[in-house]
Nanobody, 123 residues
Framework: QVQLVESGGGSVQAGGSLRVSCAASGRTLSRYAIGWFRQAPGKGREFVAGIYWTGFRTQYADSVQGRFTISRDNAKNTVYLQMNSLKPEDTAIYYC????????????????WGQGTQVTVSS
């Protein structure tokens, strides 16, 4: 069992930055990759970024590549998503998720989900 709790959402103007955090817990946490998804109003949930608890591999959606950075703090069991150069189309509920691998998340799947945090970007 894995528990995920997001924090750090909010409102920002276009071009600004926000950082969202995902505090993870669970005895089997190290078996999972952690990532971020988002769901905009009226749209399906989409993969944003993923990372493993070890190593340096990360993966990003094309829409955020170069603007968003996913990172982790193993001591705190926390994963961060730094979002820069935000655009109105980044407005969505951002969900933290855990899956057996980044490839699984990139295809839209996950085993555990957080409750989500709202990010709103105004023009």
């Amino acid at each position: 069992q894995v528990q995920l709790v997001e924090s750090g959402g909010g409102s920002v103007q276009a071009g600004g930055s926000l950082r969202v955090s995902c505090a993870a817990s669970g005895r089997t946490l190290s078996r999972y990759a952690i990532g971020w998804f988002r769901q905009a109003p009226g749209k399906g949930r989409e993969f944003v970024a993923g990372i493993y608890w070890t190593g340096f591999r990360t993966q990003y959606a094309d829409s955020v590549q170069g603007r968003f950075t996913i990172s982790r703090d193993n001591a705190k069991n926390t994963v961060y998503l730094q979002m820069n150069s935000l655009k109105p189309e980044d407005t969505a509920i951002y969900y933290c998720a855990a899956a057996g691998g980044i490839a699984t998340m990139a295809l839209g799947g996950a085993d555990y989900w957080g409750q989500g945090t709202q990010v709103t970007v105004s023009s």
